[in-house]
Structures are given as structure tokens and as C-alpha cells.
């Protein structure tokens, strides 16, 4: 579930902590999680209180998504800092630390330059070794070294299967510096592409996402979609939306996510599921 306030116009938009409680009530087998939670938008130890809840409440089904934030209007729409980048990189280092903290056993202590615990036991505790920690980000010098630091998953921006490699070949150094084998994390990747049975619905699909991220000069419908293509974004019907899959996957992508509208799910139910599994 995205964490934003706002991204461009203001749309009604319910807090996705608010979502995920209902999902670990309403829901049996799904994973579900922030993708991802800014570390300036909650104080950590809120964050580390509600995920260590909502993955008790889910039987073990949440994964806690974080990042460093990227839409300043946000934070200054509602009057939250928003201190530069390395700072952010900083306290986000902090914040899974914290965290990790109040999920052991006893009382939680930390002393950080941005935050602190002085002792609490924060009740119920998650499950050993819960949650994981998805760390979504292409940056190569602080993001991957995190991921590889503290991160279950990887959560890649739009990127195309040579550039994912190169950034998957970065992550594993990173994990050999530190010790780590690299298989022990998931890639995951978030597509923006407008997808469809038809193109009737391809072309709905790139309309309202040109209405929402507006390119920067005037272009077709069909360049729109040539555009995000090129950045990553998986585009077009089943047969497109297949061979996409496969080539993440050859280049090392575990799970494709896909932005929510109305049929989507159906659609990749009905139509793709089955060809991507036989990948």
C-alpha cells in the first residue's frame, strides 16, 4: 500500500496503516506492507509499535516497506521537516535500528543522534525474527548498502533488465563486504506501466495516468507509454505484460507489483497469472 499523503491532486486517501489492519482481519494468505513508509512522516517508534501489531494480528503477513521519502510538498503541506538527503539516509539507519530494538525481547534501548528508547517494553512483540524489512530505492552508495545491512527485500524502482543486473551485481558487494550472502534477499519491483486486455483499456489506462503524472512536453498516447517502457514500467496485454515478466525474472526480480485499478486485479488473475506461472 502506498504511503503518501497527497501525490499530486488531493484524492480521498485513507491511511494505509488503517488498510493493513483491515487486511490482517479481512485476509487469509496475501503479504501486505507500506511501500514504502517515509522515515520523516512517524516517529519510529509509532512505525515499530503498529508493525510489530498489525504482523501479530496477520499471523505473520506483514513486511515493513521504508525509505527515505522523495515529494517535499508532502512534508511541507502538513509541516514536516524534510532535512536533506543524507540526513533522511541517516535517521532511516536509525529508525530500523530503533525498531529492531523494540521487537527484542525485554526492554528497548537506543541512543541515536536523531532518536532514542530509554527502556520501553513495547507490548506484544512480533514473532522472532519478524517483520522483515523492505527497502525500496535504486540509490548504489547508501540505499543498496542499507538493503544489504538490514533489508529481507529490495524493492527496485522501475528499472530494465540490464540496468536491474548491474544494480543486483552492486547489492552483491555490498552484501560481501558486510558478510551476507546476497540470495538471502528478495527483488521486487513496482511497475507504472498502464496495462490491459484490450487496447481500448490500455489506452483508459495511459490517459489516466497522463492526467496524473503529466509528461513534460505533449505526446501520444502511444510515446506516453514508449516512455515509461524505456524506464522500466511493464505496458501493453498479456502477451507484453508475459514477456516482461520474463526477462525480470532472468534478471533476478522475485515479485512484480502493479499499481491498483479497477479491474486490474481480475485481469491479471484471469489472463496472466497462468502464463507467468509457467515462466
Known sequence: VGDHFFVGPFLDSYDPYLLM???????????????????????????????????????????????????EAEHAAYGIPYPPLRERFDRLEEMILLMKQ???????????????LNGPDSLPKPAEGRPPILIGGGGERRTLKL??????????????????????EVLAGHCEHVGRNPAEIRCSMLSMGPI????????????????????????????????????????????EIVDSLGRL???????????????????????????AAAL
Open 102 to 116: 523494540m521487537w527484542q525481547p525485554g526492554p528497548g534501548q537506543f541512543a541515536g543522534k536523531y532518536y532514542q
Open 21 to 71: 489492519a483491515l487486511a490482517a482481519r479481512e485476509t487469509r494468505t496475501i503479504t501486505f506492507g507500506p511501500l514504502v513508509t517515509p522515515v520523516m512522516f512517524r516517529e519510529p517508534w509509532i512505525v515499530g509499535r503498529w508493525a510489530a501489531q498489525i504482523d501479530l494480528l496477520s499471523g505473520g503477513r506483514f513486511v515493513m516497506g521504508l525509505g527515505v521519502g522523495w515529494q
Open 196 to 239: 490491459g486486455a484490450t487496447a481500448t483499456e490500455i489506452d483508459a489506462a495511459t490517459q489516466q495516468q497522463m492526467e496524473r503524472t503529466p509528461p513534460a512536453t505533449e505526446m501520444s498516447l502511444a510515446d506516453y507509454r514508449a516512455v515509461l517502457k524505456e524506464r522500466g514500467g511493464i505496458v501493453g496485454g498479456v502477451e
Open 147 to 168: 538493503v544489504a545491512r538490514y533489508g529481507s527485500e529490495w524493492s527496485a524502482p522501475g528499472l530494465s533488465p540490464d540496468e536491474l543486473r548491474r544494480k543486483l
Open 249 to 275: 525474472a532472468e534478471a533476478g526480480v522475485n515479485e512484480a507489483l502493479f499499481v491498483y485499478a479497477p479491474g486490474v486485479p481480475e485481469f491479471l488473475a484471469s489472463e496472466v497469472l497462468a502464463k
